[in-house]
């Protein structure tokens, strides 16, 4: 048995309107039936483009997030129907480290304070001394000297903020840590650091991760397995060189033909996938699967009505897609192009839109004009003159 497994996990945020009394008028659905096993010891690497759900379901493993349904199952108890009391215990075993380390650490505290404040809350440590001995070791582990103890968080860098960060998870000696964009806001070459040090420290302690990111090549180069996302939903899940080798899902070949190659020649030589349109709403997805709208390889038939199971195709690799299988063999013909002409659609649809929103504004600003008599002609006002000349009389 997997040390955590995740069953058909929906979170749906609720939109409410409404002066004096709230009424639900539909939902946010950021995560929609995700399903995923990480074993002991493995690195999980989760991906996808921005608004796809990736931190919404690692704080919903968290329960920082309620659970609409589904099951969060971690070492045989399914935290998703634990009692508030319980939970808290639970989430010694399972710690976070955030994406912005400033904005996660209290400004008006010291390290040792924030750091020791989850140890007394979980009762760990006989005193504070014994505490303060603990946290030495721990900011050592992860590159810190013990004089940081009596700093405060605006003192530090963005690398040792991050790494006080990791601190604050070991502390409590955890099974689990989900790094949430643990690399994000720092430059590459503390990136770098900080990647080995979450390796290092998984091979002497033992640790799981389930790491949440937006770097493929940070993702591949830490994780086991990786889950691509999609709209609130998993579309592909393989091991990690499985994955970067051969992608089967449409959405995550264009995310592959992303990725820089650093050789100039296969750079040159590499087909570029670009995507028709932008990321629908999670408080709309389209009916059937939730990429068809987008993807170059859409059918008529299943895609718009129908929405695709995650299924394993051979070897631990799962995708979520009706004609994969047919896409790998050539079966299948493109029904919507992949080059620039995807981006010039886009923008001519977006253009066009533009353009009708103004021609509408203008045409309910303009005035209503009153019908006018019309000008006299100067060659008719000259013989008009004439006649009242000759009609007048003499003197």
Known sequence: MSLLELDGVKVHFPVKKGLFFDRT??????????????????????????????????????????????????DGTDLAKLPSEEMRAFRRRL????????????????????LAEGMAAHNIGKDQAERREKIKEILAKVGLPSNAMSRYPHEFSGGQRQRIGIARALVLEPDVIICDEPVSALDVSV??????????????????????????????HISDVIGVMYLGGLVEEAPSDALYAGPRHPY???????????????????????????????ANPPAGCRFHTRCPWVQETKCATERPPL??????????????????????????????????????????????????????????????????????????????AEESPKA
Do not use: W
């Open 25 to 74: 008028v539909g939902h946010v659905y950021a995560v929609d039936g995700v399903s995923l096993s990480v074993e002991a010891g493995q690195t999980y690497g989760l991906v996808g483009e921005s608004g796809c759900g990736k931190t919404t379901l690692g704080r919903a493993v968290l329960r920082l997030n309620d659970i609409t349904d589904g099951a969060v199952v971690f």
């Open 95 to 114: 710690q976070m480290v955030f994406q912005d380390p400033l904005g996660s650490l209290n400004p008006r505290q010291n390290i040792e304070s924030i």
């Open 191 to 220: 990136q770098a650091q900080v990647i080995n040090l979450l390796e290092e420290l998984q091979e002497s302690l033992g640790l799981t991760y389930l790491v949440i990111a937006h770097d493929l090549a940070v993702v591949r």
């Open 252 to 282: 995550t070949k264009a995310l592959m033909s992303a990725v820089p190659v650093p050789d100039p020649e296969v750079e040159d030589r590499r087909e570029r996938i670009l995507l028709h349109g932008d990321l629908p709403s999670p």
């Open 311 to 388: 299924l394993d195709t051979g070897d631990g690799h799962k995708v979520a897609c009706h004609f994969t299988a047919e896409i790998e063999a050539g079966t299948v013909k493109q029904t919507l192009a992949t080059g620039i002409e995807a981006v010039i659609s886009t923008e001519a649809v977006a253009t066009e839109a533009v353009e009708v929103s103004e021609g509408d504004a203008e045409t309910a600003d303009a005035p209503v004009k009153k019908e006018e008599e019309p000008a006299t002609v100067p060659a008719q006002a000259d013989a008009g003159e004439a006649e009242r």
